[in-house]
């Protein structure tokens, strides 16, 4: 299992199947929730799918992911996950 560093946090990770992915797309539909929102609802899946001692909102999650080399650690994270995620003009697509 893969390790990724967030913040002070270290985090297990593996790749998503695709069920996790048609339960996130559900709860986005329901909850309207925005892509910048659902990429870090993703990573918070993921996180707290692989280490079950993790509770945290989106928004402390958020707060804790640092800006600085954003784009670095999303490209480590998708990587492991398996999803394709970029940043372009300070965007998440």
Do not use: H
């Amino acid at each position: 299992m893969a390790k990724v560093k967030i913040g002070v946090n270290e985090y297990k990770l593996e790749s998503l199947t695709a069920l996790d992915l048609r339960k996130l797309n559900k709860e986005k539909e329901e909850k309207k929730i925005e892509d910048y929102d659902q990429t870090f609802n993703i990573y918070l899946y993921a996180i707290k799918k692989f280490n079950k001692d993790v509770d945290m909102t989106l928004d402390s999650f958020m707060d804790s992911f640092p800006v600085k080399d954003m784009q670095e650690k999303i490209k480590e994270i998708n990587e492991i996950l398996g999803v394709n995620f970029t940043v372009k003009n300070g965007k998440i697509s």
